[in-house]
C-alpha cells in the first residue's frame, strides 16, 4: 500500500474577511431587505486575484444595484475555506474553481456552478530562481516542496493532477501551504517551497522582480491544453442546488450582473479595467496591476456559459489523482454540477 502523499502546513498570517461559522443554517430562501430587495452573501477565494476579478468589478461598476439585488463580498484565502463557509450556511454563493462542485458531490453535496466566468485555470506554476535549473517541468517535481494556497484547494488538486500527468506520484512531493500574494512570495524567498501554483498579481511580481520563473502557464487555451490535455473551467459562482432552485430570480439577477461584468472584461483594456478596481488592489504599482490584468483577462468567456467537453476534462484530471473522484468517477452526474439556465437567459441573442 503507497503512503499517504505528505502535506506540510506552514502557518502564514493572511488578509481576510472571515465569516464566523455559527453552525448549519437555512439559507434556502434569500433574506431581503427592508424595501424588499433580495440580499446574498458571496464568499471569494482570494478577492483581490485576477481570476476572481469580476464579483469585485461588477461591484465597482454598479451592476448588483442596477439589477436590484444587494451583494456583500466577502473573501477567504483559499477556495477551499470558501467552500467550507458556503456548506455551513453562512453564505449563498462561492465564487471559486468549478472543480469543487465535483469534489463536493463524491460527499453527497449538491453544488453547482450557475456562472461560469473562465474555460482556463488562469493558475502558473513558477519556480523559484534559485531551482530554474533543477526544475523545468513537472518531471521534475519529485522531492521537491511545492506552494499550494491550501489543503484541499484547486492549487492543490492542480499540483497533484500536473505531477501524476508526468509520472511522480503525490507521495513524492511536499505540498506546502503558502497561500498567495506576500506569503507565498516570502515562502519562495526563504526557500520555503522550491516552485509553486499561483495567480497574476502574485505571478507578476515574482516574474518583475526576477524572483521567479513561469514554467507552466495556463493562462491560454493553448498552455492549458498542453498541461491538462483539455480545456479546464475554472473560476465561478457556484451555489448550493437546492438554494438555487428555491431564489431563481435572485439567482438571474446575479446572473445578468456578472455576464454584463464579463462583456466588459472583453470589450475594455486592462488599464481601464485596472482604473474601475480600488486603488489598494495595485498595492502601489498601477502600472504592474493594469499588466498582471492584461496577462490574466483572456481567460474570461463574455457569456458566462460552461463549456460542456471543459466540464469532462475537469472530471478526467480530479480521477488521475483523487482518492475522492477516483472510485466514483462513473457515478458522477456532471449535469448536476452545472446550468446554463441563467447565463443562457442573460444572453439572449
Excluded at 506540510?8 to 443554517?25: E, F, K, S
Amino acid at each position: 500500500m503507497k503512503a499517504t502523499s505528505r502535506l506540510v502546513v506552514t502557518a502564514v498570517a493572511g488578509l481576510a474577511v472571515a465569516v464566523a461559522a455559527t453552525g448549519c443554517r437555512d439559507s434556502r430562501t434569500a433574506e431581503t431587505s427592508e424595501n424588499g430587495t433580495p440580499q446574498v452573501k458571496i464568499m471569494i477565494g482570494g478577492i483581490d486575484k485576477v481570476i476572481y476579478l469580476p464579483p469585485k468589478l461588477t461591484e465597482q461598476l454598479g451592476y448588483f444595484k442596477q439589477e436590484g439585488v444587494d451583494v456583500q463580498l466577502l473573501t477567504e484565502p483559499s477556495g477551499a475555506q470558501a467552500e467550507n463557509v458556503l456548506i455551513s450556511g453562512d453564505v449563498q454563493g462561492v465564487v471559486g474553481f468549478y472543480d469543487h462542485t465535483i469534489d463536493l458531490q463524491t460527499k453527497g453535496k449538491c453544488i453547482q456552478s450557475v456562472v461560469q466566468f473562465a474555460d482556463v485555470p488562469g493558475e502558473v506554476e513558477v519556480v523559484s530562481t534559485a531551482q530554474a535549473d533543477k526544475i523545468k517541468t513537472p518531471k521534475d517535481f519529485k522531492g521537491k516542496r511545492l506552494g499550494i494556497t491550501s489543503p484541499g484547494s484547486s492549487t492543490d488538486f492542480l499540483t497533484q493532477a500536473l505531477a501524476v500527468k508526468s509520472g511522480v506520484a503525490t507521495e513524492d512531493i511536499t505540498r506546502v501551504k503558502a497561500g498567495a500574494g506576500a506569503t507565498f512570495i516570502a515562502a519562495m524567498e526563504n526557500g520555503g517551497i522550491d516552485a509553486g501554483m499561483t495567480t497574476d498579481p502574485t505571478a507578476a511580481q515574482l516574474t518583475s522582480t526576477g524572483k521567479g520563473k513561469i514554467i507552466i502557464d495556463m493562462r491560454t487555451e493553448e498552455g492549458t491544453r498542453a498541461a491538462l490535455g483539455g480545456l479546464y473551467p475554472a473560476s465561478s459562482l457556484y451555489m448550493d442546488c437546492a438554494w438555487v432552485q428555491n431564489n431563481k430570480q435572485t439567482v438571474q439577477k446575479l446572473a445578468n450582473a456578472f455576464v454584463k461584468t464579463l462583456k466588459y472584461i472583453n470589450d475594455h483594456s486592462a488599464e481601464d479595467i485596472a482604473a474601475k478596481m480600488p486603488k489598494e488592489y495595485a498595492g502601489g504599482n498601477p502600472a504592474l496591476y493594469a499588466k498582471s490584468i492584461n496577462d490574466t483577462k483572456s481567460i474570461f468567456r463574455p457569456d458566462g456559459l460552461m463549456d460542456e467537453e471543459g466540464a469532462k476534462n475537469v472530471l478526467e484530471v480530479l480521477s488521475s489523482f483523487s482518492p475522492n473522484v477516483k472510485g466514483k468517477k462513473d457515478t458522477i452526474d456532471l449535469s448536476k454540477t452545472y446550468t446554463t439556465e441563467f447565463t443562457k437567459a442573460a444572453n439572449p441573442n
